[in-house]
């Protein structure tokens, strides 16, 4: 995925992303282009696929529902660790 955080890119040749959208990719292909179209700053995103089901809610994405359940939990009673101030 390629998230714009600035500017507007075309990917290969086509496909316009702007400022706070995301363009999603096919696993098939091994090359994306990309042309800025004005001043861009963007988010590369890569990962080898989960080939599982993805569960979102809220900012927990989970592979099933009890572990949703289990993330809510968790952050709820502090088990989430502690970031440095």
Do not use: W
């Amino acid at each position: 995925m390629i998230a714009a955080l600035s500017g507007q890119v075309t990917i290969n040749g086509g496909d316009r992303v702007g400022e706070a959208e995301i363009a999603r990719f096919e696993r098939d292909g091994s090359t994306v282009a990309v042309r800025a179209e004005s001043e861009a700053m963007l988010l590369v995103m890569t990962g080898e696929p989960l080939d599982q089901p993805v569960f979102g809610y809220g900012p927990f994405v989970m592979t099933s529902e009890t572990e949703i359940r289990q993330a809510i939990d968790d952050f709820n009673n502090g088990r989430f660790g502690q970031v440095a101030a």
